[in-house]
């Protein structure tokens, strides 16, 4: 099958008063369906509907949002990450490096759906973001790729991953720096005496450190709290350096 996308602005004209109309930016996949359907959203592929619904309601420029869903998908092709989970104003966008799917956020879907090809999502993305950097928005169409649709990937076990990791950030959140530098000296093998000393605190004050720990982090005991400091503060540093690496190619 002949495909091509295109992004343009349209005119609507309101079903039951002529008068009312108004011009909105426009992105679809012309293919099968003539394009003299009386209702433009007819007109586009229905297996690209959710793909092209979702960039036109949560893409409206082409350097903030449409530069921020640029971002997740540089770090699929890059192959930094394996899975982005984006959400936007209305719909949630899930990327894999083979297969990009939809969730809408207010019932424009049934749960997820919408599939396309991750190189499908990246020209649709790129070419609605070039039309919306124009400020005249002259229609942009070009040739669409028709390739297979695939299945939506079980991603179950990245998702609990990164659950987890939100836990975890959310439990770090709780501790203060007063109670990190506590933590810290017990960690570093000081004795309560050194402790008390070295922070000025009372031993009463000092066993209320180690119970008041437990209880914002919800854990049961101070070497689970240790461990986790760990993979929050390598997670933190494996950000930072990418972050470097993205302000040294422009992405930042």
């Known amino acids: 099958m002949n495909l091509s996308l295109k992004a343009s602005m349209v005119e609507h004209v309101a079903d039951n008063d002529s008068s009312k109309r108004w011009l909105s930016c426009w992105l679809e996949v012309l293919g099968t369906i003539p394009r003299s359907v009386r209702y433009m959203s007819d007109r586009c592929e229905p297996r690209f509907r959710s793909m092209c619904g979702s960039l036109m309601d949560d893409i ?10 640029q971002n997740n998908v540089d770090l699929i092709a890059s192959g ?9 104003n209305a719909w949630v966008f899930f990327l894999t490096p083979e297969v990009v799917w939809f969730e809408g956020q207010y019932g424009q879907t049934d749960g997820e759906e919408g599939a396309v090809t991750f190189n499908q999502f990246r020209l649709a993305l790129q070419t609605y973001a070039r039309f919306l950097a124009d400020p005249e928005h002259k229609p942009i169409e070009v040739p669409f790729p028709d390739e297979p649709t695939p299945a939506i990937p079980d991603v179950s076990r990245i998702r609990e991953r990164l659950e987890l990791e939100s836990v975890e950030d959310t439990r770090i959140y709780q501790l203060n720096t007063r109670d990190r530098e506590v933590l810290g000296a017990i960690r570093a093998g000081m ?16 066993a209320q450190y180690r119970v008041e720990a437990l209880e914002k982090t919800g854990l049961k005991r101070l070497e689970e709290i240790f461990d986790m400091i760990d993979r929050v503060d390598a997670r933190k540093v494996e950000q930072a350096a990418k972050e470097r690496r993205w302000k040294k190619i422009g992405r930042l």
């Open 191 to 206: 004795t309560d005496t050194e402790i008390c000393a070295s922070l000025k605190l009372s031993p009463e004050r000092l």
């Open 60 to 69: 409206q420029s082409a350097e903030g949002s449409g530069r921020a869903m």
């Open 80 to 88: 930094e990450e394996p899975y982005v989970e984006a959400g936007g």
